[in-house]
């Protein structure tokens, strides 16, 4: 059972491009988690996704960041018109349905560098 | 809002001793679930251990333990017998047990180093 994987693991865009990082949850997972980590920082959360469905973005910055979670295929973090202070690592979690006391399985992260 | 606090950024620990993390939390919930989290240099977060609130023993894992004080709202990591391996950030975390709510919230975190 391959374990949370997302990719790249490392992504350099140009000030004002576009990046996008995926995450292929767990097998048999519908929750997604996206978490930013700044240098020296914990991680922050960003948005909790089911599949098809945002369930809390109340960490996602309000302007030129974007989640999909859909029902084939991996959930996408996307990051339009980037800016260097959005160079960071970006963790995926995923976690089975209902199973609320378990734990977040993460990915090994992506590190989104701006130059 | 939940917050959780790590208020030691850095720790050191000779080999084979024993070393002790704190971490505080703020919540108004009751049911509630504490973490901490390994960060070795290669990025990948792993559960060293799960506290669940309801329940009054600390948990234990191997050479790993927590002291919960849920009236101090404070959550602990004991590392006994530390080894050079045990080296990395390490990050307490909280999870309300609500559907809607189930993201977790992250400390600062504490970089251990380990002498040999």
């Known amino acids: 059972n391959a374990g949370v994987m997302q990719n790249p693991r490392h992504l350099v865009r140009r000030r004002g491009q576009e990046a996008r990082l995926r995450c292929s949850p767990m097998?048999?997972?519908?929750?997604v988690y996206w978490y930013r980590q700044l240098p020296e920082e914990g991680l922050k959360f960003m948005v909790y996704?089911?599949?098809?469905?945002?369930?809390?973005e109340s960490g996602m910055p309000k302007e030129r960041f974007s989640a999909e979670f859909p029902k084939e295929g991996p959930s996408i973090l996307r990051i339009q018109q980037v800016v260097r202070g959005d160079s960071a690592a970006y963790f995926c979690?995923?976690?089975?349905?209902?199973?609320?006391?378990?734990?977040?399985?993460f990915g090994q992260g992506t590190r989104l560098t701006v130059v | 809002a939940q917050t959780v606090t790590q208020s030691q950024p850095e720790m050191s620990v000779q080999e084979a001793e024993t070393v002790t993390l704190s971490c505080t939390y703020d919540?108004?919930?009751?049911?509630?679930?504490l973490f901490w989290y390994k960060q070795p240099p290669s990025r990948q977060m792993i559960l060293v251990i799960r506290?669940?609130?309801?329940?009054?023993q600390n948990a234990t894992e191997n050479r790993f333990s927590v002291n919960f004080q849920k009236a101090a709202k404070s959550f602990s990591l004991k590392i006994s017998d530390s080894q050079l391996g045990d080296a990395a950030m390490y990050f307490c975390?909280?999870?309300?047990?609500?559907?809607?709510?189930?993201?977790?919230?992250f400390g600062k975190g504490i970089t251990l180093s380990v002498r040999p």
């Open positions: 097998k048999g997972h519908s929750h």
């Open positions: 996704l089911q599949k098809e469905n945002i369930i809390d």
């Open positions: 975390a909280y999870r309300v047990y609500t559907g809607a709510n189930s993201k977790l919230t």
């Open positions: 506290q669940e609130a309801y329940k009054q």
């Open positions: 979690a995923s976690s089975p349905q209902g199973a609320l006391s378990t734990e977040a399985f």
């Open positions: 919540t108004s919930e009751s049911d509630y679930y």
